[in-house]
């Protein structure tokens, strides 16, 4: 075998390609053998030849060529025109006055700038891109689950339809059947009294004939007449058929009845995403691990609260809890015991509307009647905020340590969203681009609030029974207006509201006795329907364990939904 041809041939001169390479020209960036040295550098006085062992190659700096003088090596940099320079540019009037520097320092700060980079690429935008690859992937499953889902429904309806329909033609069938055989019975017996009828006039035409034929007047005497009877004709029995009318099909209307599809949409968030960091800060949180919503919701621990009707939850640690019922005291439960650790009594005597805990640890409770926001620090309460024109419902602290408050106004005609720093107002939140109302008016206690991850404003308005979401800067992002089929197939009834690491915001339904589930978007993903007692308040620890306050039972439900 021909060793210049073979896998492990040595390497070969590049000028006499036989010879063993035994020296490197740097400058060149070629092989050479001893023997073609000499020619390989009389063959190009112009240029500084720098020859090293050939296990040394590659350790010469390669300057650049200059474009305006030959065989001249930029070895400066001028940072006004950012072009590598040489002495001869230098010098001449192109640059003069411009701040140059040695292209080695700008070298070097180059490779310190791509050092930086290809770490950033590696230990952060890499990961991240991941991490977004893994969402899509487990969005399109959950996609895939969902469309399947909602075709099963869309065909599970279908069947239930046919089986009433059936159930209406045997009915319908059922009934001609007996009015059939009433109408039938009734020209039977009608029939049989005509012939019987008859059979009678018959007898008598027969008696009469033998009375005039014979020569027996006593006989003839004898024979009485009836013809009298017979002038007066049988009632004729006139029949009514009953007619099956037929409801007109029309597309539209049957649609209705049967049931539609709401509106799809593809929209993209360029906030949707956020940098995953290589580690936590105190100030950021980085970017969420994705979790798999589980498909069925496991139960985890219930708590009995003693109220006569529950209505609020909220986390205060992941083994602590706060409650408010229909009564003026509020009460911190224990998650793991299920034990009572603190009752803390409303300073006018009146039901908290909510409650929400801060970032520090203290409660905040809403009265509407009192018209005021309050804190709790150290079982002592403080009157953080006092309204006079409006009544305060909803409750709950931002990612800032800002407060939301949804507020109802006194004459029952309007509701905002109003941002609070201490008892200063910093935004209101009314109407969207058109003017239009984003929350309705109404009832009281019928409107819970809280900040998603990506700073959206999530309200749960039951009275328009729809969940509104708009932006930081309050501008209307979407409305969800619940999903169908509905576990009890009543009307959406939003009531408490939460999110979560995933950003999914979630809302009690007390009608239908589940939870939703849906997207930032306002994509529906899920119900949690495991056997809930008229939900009304929920929240999340930093676990994503849910907390479920159910009015029915008066238990605060923990459940575990995500993997």
């Known amino acids: 075998m021909d060793p210049r041809t073979s896998a492990q041939d040595v390497m070969r001169c590049d000028k006499c390609e036989s010879a063993v390479v035994q020296v490197y020209c740097d400058t060149c960036l070629v092989n050479l053998c001893k023997a073609c040295l000499g020619e390989h550098v009389f063959a190009d006085l112009s240029k500084p030849h720098k020859i090293v062992d050939f296990k040394d190659r590659k350790s010469t700096l390669l300057y650049c060529g200059c474009n305006s003088h030959n065989k001249q090596q930029c070895i400066m940099y001028c940072n006004q025109c950012d072009i590598p320079v040489c002495t001869k540019c230098i010098a001449s009037d192109q640059h003069l006055g411009h701040k140059v520097s040695e292209i080695l320092e700008v070298v070097d700060e180059k490779k310190n700038k791509l050092m930086e980079e290809s770490t950033e690429l590696n230990e952060t935008i890499y990961p991240t891109y991941q991490d977004i690859a893994s969402d899509v992937k487990n969005r399109i499953n959950r996609l895939e689950k969902e469309y399947r889902d909602l075709s099963t429904a869309i065909t599970k309806h279908g069947e239930d339809w046919h089986r009433e329909i059936d159930k209406l033609v045997k009915k319908l069938k059922a009934e001609v059947d007996e009015m059939k055989t009433t109408q039938m019975e009734t020209l039977l017996k009608h ?5 019987k009828k008859i059979s009678d006039i018959k007898d008598e035409i027969d008696s009469t004939e033998m009375a005039t034929d014979t020569n027996d007047l006593s006989k003839l005497l004898s024979v009485t007449s009836n013809v009298h009877v017979y002038r007066s004709l049988p009632r004729k029995i006139i029949l009514s058929l009953p007619k099956f009318i037929q409801g007109e099909i029309h597309g539209e209307e049957l649609s209705k009845l049967f049931g539609a599809l709401s509106s799809s949409s593809l929209t993209s968030d360029e906030h949707g995403y956020s940098m995953k960091t290589p580690q936590k800060s105190p100030e950021a949180e980085s970017f969420p691990s994705v979790k798999q919503l589980l498909d069925d919701p496991e139960t985890v621990t219930t708590i009995d609260t003693g109220y006569r009707e529950l209505r609020n939850v909220a986390c205060l640690s992941d083994e602590e809890i706060w409650t408010r019922g229909k009564d003026n005291t509020m009460k911190l439960f224990c998650i793991n015991q299920g034990s009572l650790l603190k009752s803390i009594r409303t300073t006018s005597g009146n039901w908290p509307s909510n ?38 419902e909803g409750v709950c602290r931002t990612s800032s340590s800002e ?32 003017g239009k109302a984003l929350y309705s008016s109404g009832s009281l206690y019928y409107r819970s609030i809280t900040e998603n991850k990506n700073l959206d404003i999530c309200v749960s308005d039951g009275v328009a029974r729809a969940v509104v979401v708009v932006n930081q800067a309050g501008k209307l992002r979407f409305t969800y207006p619940g999903h169908t089929p509905a576990p009890k197939n009543k009307m959406f009834n939003p009531r408490g509201i939460t999110t979560d690491s ?8 007390d009608k239908n ?38 009015w029915t039972n008066k238990q605060v439900k923990k459940i575990k939904y995500l993997q």
Request: glycine share 4%; proline share 2%; hydrophobic share 35%.
């Open 355 to 392: 409650i929400a805990v801060t970032k520090s640890g203290d409660l905040v409770y809403t009265d509407y009647d009192d018209k005021t926001v309050n804190i709790v620090k150290n079982e002592k309460i403080e009157e953080v905020i006092r309204l006079e024109n409006w009544k305060p």
């Open 502 to 509: 995933q950003s999914h915001i979630l809302t009690a339904d």
């Open 513 to 550: 006795l589940c939870v939703h589930i849906i997207d930032q978007d306002g994509h529906f993903l899920h119900y949690i329907d495991c056997g809930l007692s008229r939900p009304l308040g929920l929240c999340t620890d930093t676990n994503d364990n849910l907390f479920v306050a159910q």
């Open 191 to 195: 029939q049989d009294e005509i012939n």
């Open 403 to 434: 407060l939301l408050v949804i507020l109802h106004s006194n004459d029952n005609k309007q509701s905002k969203v109003v941002r609070y720093s201490g008892s200063e107002e910093k935004q209101t939140i009314q109407f969207d681009d058109e």
